[in-house]
């Protein structure tokens, strides 16, 4: 604990005012708070502050320091303990087919993942669709999984910064969550406990992610690559495009089953595009493969050969959950009723207005309003055409998992759609380019 002694309304009061934070001061705040010395309130009002007013580099790392040591931190040998993030967008359920890929590979993959944040999904809260998965191990179980089967998925565990964790509760219900230097301590607190040697980046841009253009998204990577920098990890950021649902599928139960699809070499094109391209990311800078094309190879032979498979059923079983689900999708919970959306004209999909699909499903009980909520795991969509698709009137654009109960729910998210989120066009619309750079 910092010697320091400093005043919360004051400190609060400067950083609304946009005076920059010292490192002893943002230190001291993010300790009392964990400490619970400061209430929830006062940090809410000092997220606020931060995230209006901004924070200079030396605030940004300042904070990342202060999460970062509220908790434990491991520390594995070798170079091939390897992480991924991804800040999160509709329908990003890669993380369960990038991390068994790389595994087969041969790269050690220490996932400590999050929950839902705003509009977006969490990984932990999909994984725990499958019965009897457990995310909550402790930091010394965590380690022993990891070195003895090389892959382990857990939730954000009280060791492991827990500054981040009560934060990000909070960023989640207080609009504060797209803000470069918030995210960037978040993520970063995390992946350096975790023990993680290198990590790859997938930072969203677009109607979708937290950086709606792709000039926050690269501000985001540089970021990301400068801290990983400053404590001597390799690092590769993609940015790549969330301006429509990642794969088809949106809703906890039906992620996994498209997850466990590509897995089997049957999944949507661009789910499947993205997730060889991290996981060969990952064994590239692990050391296991010389170059970034005989990285790509490795990981597309992990998919074809089922090895890859083989690792997410291992992942499942090792954790306490029911593997039997690769093979029996009638084991996760799935909502009976299917609504369907279909086109009011003819013309080709031009954009999804994709936060709302989101926000959408949270309406439907597949998302989190308060902290406190229960999330449903069967609820959720299925896409059947993509932004550049052609459509005809009457076609069907997308289905509403739903419960029996919920008919006029899923009428009113129909409605909603229609009018607030699709947008067509009557002529030729180009696809949207999926990887748009890296930055490494």
Known sequence: MTKDIFQVYPLIDKKKKGLKLTHNEIKWFIQNYTDKKIEDYQ??????????????????????????????????????????????????????????????????????????????????DKIEAVKGFKTALNLSD??????????????????????????????????????????????????????????????????GAFMRTTKDARNLGKSLITTSKRFKKKAVALITDMNQPLGNSVGHSNEIIESIETLKGRGPKDLTDLSLALAAH????????????????????????????????????????????????????????????????????????????GLLLIDLGGGRKTKSDVIDHGVGFEFKKKIGDKIKKGETIFEIHHHAHQKDVAENIKSIFLKNVLQMSSTKVKTPKLIIEKIS
């Open 282 to 357: 990952m064994i590239h800078i692990a050391g296991i493969e010389k170059s970034f094309d005989k990285a790509f190879k490795k990981a597309e032979l992990m998919v074809s050969s089922g090895k890859a498979l083989e690792e997410f059923r291992k992942l499942i079983k090792a954790q306490g959950g029911d593997e039997r689900v690769i093979d029996d999708y009638s084991l996760l919970p799935l909502a009976k009723e299917i609504t369907i959306v279909t086109a009011p004209k003819n013309g080709f999909i031009k954009m999804f207005q994709n936060d709302q699909i």
């Open 142 to 207: 965590f380690e022993k999984r990891l070195n003895k089967d090389g892959l382990v998925l857990i939730g954000q565990t009280p060791e492991i910064a827990p500054a981040d964790r009560l934060i990000y509760a909070l960023r989640d219900v207080t609009a504060t969550i797209d803000s470069i230097p918030l995210i960037t301590a978040s993520i970063m607190s995390k992946k350096l406990a975790e023990g993680a040697n290198g990590i790859v980046f997938d930072i969203k841009t677009g109607t």
């Open 43 to 124: 940090m809410s009002a000092m997220l606020m502050a931060m995230f209006i007013k901004g924070m200079d580099p030396a605030e940004t790392a300042a904070l990342t320091d202060a999460m970062l040591e509220s908790g434990k931190q491991l520390k594995f040998p070798g170079s091939n303990v390897i992480d991924k993030h991804s800040t999160g967008g509709i329908g990003d359920k890669a993380s369960f087919i990038l991390a068994p890929i790389a595994s087969a590979a041969g790269v050690k993959v220490p996932m400590i993942a999050g929950r839902g944040l705003g509009h977006t999904g969490g990984t932990v």
